[in-house]
């Protein structure tokens, strides 16, 4: 599984911005997907998470202003983020939870995490 992030740039206080995932690959399938986010070498801490039947939760900081949202045909998720604060700069990583039946019947789930994409808010 390769998970691709992008949309994430500067913004001003207040502003907003929207980050979008794709998982490529076969073979697998998604069963939850979601955003981290990690400022220098603080621990990566969740923000939102998806499951595919469109359950999802949100880190309190991001309640009320953060939405997210997964295309389950086209393996993608998202997150609106509204009204942005100075205090939501750091990189972003999607992860995929996915489930792969292999040859024998074994069920293997595994986590696969994006590259990041730094976002910064200014005051």
């Known amino acids: 599984v390769q998970l691709q992030a992008s949309g994430g740039g500067l913004v001003q206080a207040g502003g907003s911005l929207r980050l979008s995932c794709a998982a490529s690959g076969s073979g697998f399938s998604i069963t939850d997907m979601g955003w981290h986010r990690q400022v220098g070498w603080k621990e990566r801490e969740l923000v939102a998470h998806?499951?595919?039947?469109?359950?999802?939760n949100y880190a309190d900081s991001a309640k009320g202003r953060f939405t997210i949202s997964m295309d389950n045909a086209e393996k993608t998720v998202y997150l609106q983020m509204n009204s942005l604060e100075p205090e939501d700069t750091a990189v972003y990583y999607c992860n995929a939870d996915t489930i792969t039946v292999d040859s024998v019947g074994t069920v293997v789930v595994a986590r696969s995490w994006g590259q990041g994409t730094p976002v910064t808010v200014s005051s």
């Open positions: 998806i499951s595919s039947g469109g359950s999802a």
